[in-house]
């Protein structure tokens, strides 16, 4: 019986963390200067599912590929590829998201700048993958990121659960 539920209560939870957006405040100081701070609602619990999703989908179509050798298999390369690109542009979006969710929490603070640095590898790979040639280095260099903001984010005490969506 909860099976059957399941979904429905999984898009619920995404529904209500989706419509809990940010707000933009601009302040303008006495000496003239204007500042924008960002702040997003439930930064943390948006962060862990953007990043789920993007690590959980990078390491399923992406990585695991990689080791497996399915990029060189002259009869499966092409689809492979076709689906790791595809993989590869959702990954990207949902990194750009969970960047958003961190860079408006205070704890999450330390995992910007590879977050960022993360986004700019995974451009390059799937620009790479588009075009029907894996960048294999930038595969492992996107993997050991991703081990980083791991390790980083736990540390601040938001464990990242991988999850992946279905191509």
């Given at each position: 019986?909860?099976?059957?539920?399941?979904?429905?209560?999984?898009?619920?939870?995404?529904?209500?963390?989706?419509g809990c957006g940010s707000k933009t405040?601009?302040?303008?100081?006495?000496?003239?200067?204007?500042?924008?701070?960002?702040?997003?609602?439930?930064?943390?619990?948006?962060?862990?599912?953007?990043?789920?999703?993007?690590?959980?989908?990078?390491?399923?179509?992406?990585?695991?590929?990689?080791?497996?050798?399915?990029?060189?298999?002259?009869?499966?390369?092409?689809?492979?590829?076709?689906?790791?690109?595809?993989?590869?542009?959702?990954?990207?979006h949902e990194v750009k998201l969970a960047?958003?969710?961190?860079?408006?929490?205070?704890?999450?603070?330390?995992?910007?700048?590879?977050?960022?640095?993360?986004?700019?590898?995974?451009?390059?790979?799937?620009?790479?993958?588009?075009?029907?040639?894996?960048?294999?280095?930038?595969?492992?260099?996107?993997?050991?990121?991703?081990?980083?903001?791991?390790?980083?984010?736990?540390?601040?005490?938001?464990?990242?659960?991988?999850?992946?969506?279905?191509?």
């Amino acid at each position: 019986m909860i099976r059957r539920f399941l979904p429905l209560l999984v898009v619920a939870a995404v529904l209500v963390v989706a419509g809990c957006g940010s707000k933009t405040i601009t302040t303008t100081a006495a000496n003239g200067q204007v500042s924008t701070h960002t702040t997003v609602h439930f930064a943390k619990t948006k962060f862990l599912l953007h990043a789920g999703l993007a690590f959980g989908t990078f390491h399923r179509y992406i990585y695991a590929p990689l080791k497996a050798g399915d990029f060189s298999h002259p009869l499966q390369h092409k689809a492979v590829v076709a689906k790791a690109a595809l993989a590869g542009a959702f990954v990207y979006h949902e990194v750009k998201l969970a960047l958003t969710d961190a860079q408006g929490s205070a704890i999450l603070s330390k995992v910007v700048s590879p977050l960022t640095a993360l986004g700019a590898t995974l451009a390059a790979v799937v620009l790479a993958l588009k075009h029907g040639h894996p960048n294999l280095s930038g595969i492992s260099s996107a993997n050991g990121a991703i081990s980083s903001i791991k390790s980083s984010s736990s540390s601040a005490g938001a464990n990242i659960t991988e999850h992946s969506s279905s191509f």
